[in-house]
């Protein structure tokens, strides 16, 4: 029977090869007790099975068209793609459309927005090319019990891969008590708070006590969105609808409008975010007004091609009295064997009417030779004024005329290799209206790695040097050496040595580097990482001033998602009384409950920053959360399948 199942299976191959020329590529496997193959059909019976771009399904029946290439399964049919598992009465798959149909369809469904499963049954269930999954008067919940505890039916779901769920004709039904009905039902997965099911009850600064409840409709995969209703302690009644769209041979945008007219001026909040595609130009629009919290707006426009892009972006708050404005252009080519970058940037900035510009103009070129890298910058200027220079935290602000920079590979050997650097120029620095030409060396060393003391070390040293004629000069180095030496299995020590000092007579040094201050230290890390657990401990001595850092200690232990505890502690080497921890810990007590708990410590306090108790409701979760610092004290309930569709019961109700 093996041999006749292989010989079915390679006569099959034959056939579908030398009946279509795409077929060659087509990973398509046949095999049963019995096979019947010929020109007309191929047939499978008894144990039969077809293996097809991960889907496996097994049937009592398999029929193959290799002229139309139109497949169809019958009996005791169970198809397997996936983490996805569907029982059904006949199955039928187009190999050229690349889709299937599932008839009389039920099984489990997952999806990696959703935690656990959507148990579904329905008169069909269908999947194209594109992933998306459509079934026909289904009826599905995320509870494993035969009678769950709810489910909703619907005359047909649609559920796209990684974005949205919808659902037309939708009713609700705790166990089998029918609660609601609604004509569409929408979970975009990006949003998935936003859902019809349960209202959100809370506290905000600006709304005080509300209530807030959301509409989600779904017309096509082109045009979704959802409705936003609410009522504030301070703000009263309001509403919004947020629109999701994709217009045809233009591009995808999405457009919000909330208002609240119960207040004394009505307040409104607009947006509209739009990307288009024309030709070979992509484009961008955002604009956002606002009069709610403050009187704002936002607006960003960008348009790109090739190597070519053009943007403005601007904020203006009325209320801050804040203005800022940036306008940038970059345009890169390549000419011959030269890539070159053009970048233009205005920037002003304003508040309180002080207004401050830095307008900057770069035009780079680099390009390789063998192993030499030259770079460019053919012209870049900066129009500073001192308001400019506070406004925008400038402690200087350069202007260079024509630089060039040449860097290259010294030396590239087994023992040792060196990068060298050399950038010619001239500046001028504001706000001290130093001006003149430089030249600036950098020099960069790699030694081996070594072995010592059953470690291994490894090395930098950078070393560099500004001149600015006549006289003045800067020169600099920087060393790091690591050792590092795995002690046992699970951990590993680390010791690092790290020397930074700098000479001269210069106060700054090109493209505005300022001197780096003197180092001299000594750190160690001893880490610790095994199956379950990981913990680090470092301090550092600084050499200079004689004195140790903080010890610090970060460590965690995880024995599933269900138990994990985590620490962060600090101690002072010369006072253990200066010492403070922060310690997270999640903690299912039993299949029931579940504590999450923060908490401070310190020599004399112990105090809990916030908790949540969490009760099991089997397909749904119950919560209570106490934050110490707000003195809130929440109930809240969620779905366990969509831990973010939830309802939060604030004090007060």
Avoid at 118 to 147: H, V, W
Avoid at 338 to 360: F, M, W
């Amino acid at each position: 029977m093996k041999r006749a199942i292989f010989v079915g299976i390679l006569v099959l191959i034959i056939v579908v090869i030398s009946s279509e020329a795409f077929a060659s590529s087509i990973p398509l496997k046949i095999s049963g007790d019995k096979l019947l193959i010929s020109s007309e059909k191929v047939v499978a019976t008894g144990n039969a099975k077809l293996e097809y771009k991960g889907i496996l399904l097994k049937a009592d029946y398999i029929e193959l068209d290799p002229k139309t290439w139109e497949l169809f399964a019958t009996g005791n049919v169970l198809l397997t793609e996936d983490k996805n598992t569907l029982s059904g009465e006949r199955f039928s798959l187009s190999i050229k459309e690349d889709t299937f149909k599932l008839e009389k369809a039920k099984g489990e469904l997952t999806e990696s927005n959703i935690k656990g499963a959507i148990y579904i049954n329905g008169d069909s269930i269908q999947k194209d090319r594109s992933g998306t999954i459509i079934s026909e008067r289904a009826s599905f919940t995320t509870c494993d019990l035969p009678q769950p505890h709810y489910h909703i039916e619907a005359k047909e779901l649609v559920i796209y891969p990684q974005e949205r769920l919808y659902a037309i004709d939708v009713s609700f039904y705790l166990g089998d008590t029918l609660l609601f009905s609604l004509p569409y039902y929408s979970i975009v997965f990006d949003y998935p708070e936003r859902q019809p099911i349960i209202p959100e009850i809370g506290t905000s600064p600006d709304k005080g006590m509300y209530l807030r409840a959301y509409y989600s409709h779904y017309q096509s995969k082109d045009l979704y969105g959802y409705a936003q209703f609410d009522v504030g302690e301070k703000t009263g009644f309001g509403f919004g609808l947020t629109e999701f769209y994709n217009i045809k041979n233009f591009g995808p945008g999405y457009g919000m409008i909330y208002i609240l007219p119960s207040l004394d001026e009505i307040k409104t909040q607009l947006s509209l975010n739009q990307d288009a595609k024309l030709g070979d130009v992509s484009l961008s629009t955002y604009i956002n007004r606002t009069n709610i919290t403050e009187d704002r707006w936002d607006y960003r426009i960008s348009a790109s091609t090739g190597g070519h892009s053009i943007s403005y972006y601007g904020y203006q708050n009325n209320t801050t009295q804040t203005l800022s404005n940036i306008a940038n252009l970059t345009s890169s080519n390549k000419v011959g064997d030269v890539n070159t970058t053009l970048n233009i940037r205005d920037r002003k900035y304003s508040v309180q009417k002080n207004l401050g510009e830095i307008t900057e103009y770069r035009l780079t070129g680099n390009s390789n030779i063998q192993n030499i890298n030259i770079r460019g910058e053919i012209y870049t200027i900066s129009y500073p004024d001192l308001n400019s220079i506070s406004q925008f935290g400038y402690m200087y602000v350069l202007a260079k005329l024509p630089e060039i920079s040449i860097s290259s590979k010294v030396l590239n050997s087994p023992y040792l290799n060196i990068n060298g650097e050399t950038i010619l120029g001239n500046y001028i620095e504001y706000p001290d209206q130093l001006q003149g030409s430089a030249i600036k060396v950098n020099l960069s060393l790699y030694p081996k790695a070594i072995s010592l003391l059953d470690g291994n070390i490894s090395s930098s040293i950078t070393l560099n040097g500004s001149y600015y004629p006549p006289q003045d000069y800067i020169t600099g180095i920087t060393s790091n050496i690591q050792w590092s030496k795995s002690i046992s299995k699970d951990s590993t020590l680390k010791l690092s040595y790290d020397y930074r000092e700098g000479w001269g007579n210069s106060q700054f040094n090109i493209l505005s580097e300022r001197p780096s201050l003197p180092l001299n230290t000594i750190s160690g890390v001893l880490s610790l990482n095994g199956e379950n657990y990981s913990a680090s401990l470092t301090t550092r001595f600084d050499i200079l001033s004689f004195s140790l850092s903080p010890i610090v200690l970060n460590g965690s232990w995880k024995q599933d998602d269900e138990h994990k505890i985590s620490l962060s502690l600090s101690v002072n080497p010369y006072s253990l009384n200066d010492l403070s921890a922060v310690s997270y810990i999640s903690w299912r007590l039993d299949p029931k409950w579940k504590i999450d708990a923060r908490f401070n410590i310190t020599p004399t306090i112990f105090q809990f920053q916030d908790m949540k108790i969490t009760y099991d409701l089997h397909c749904w979760e119950a919560n209570i959360s106490y934050n110490i610092l707000t003195q809130a004290i929440s109930l809240g309930f969620s779905l366990k399948a969509f831990p973010t569709i939830s309802t939060t019961i604030a004090p007060g109700f």
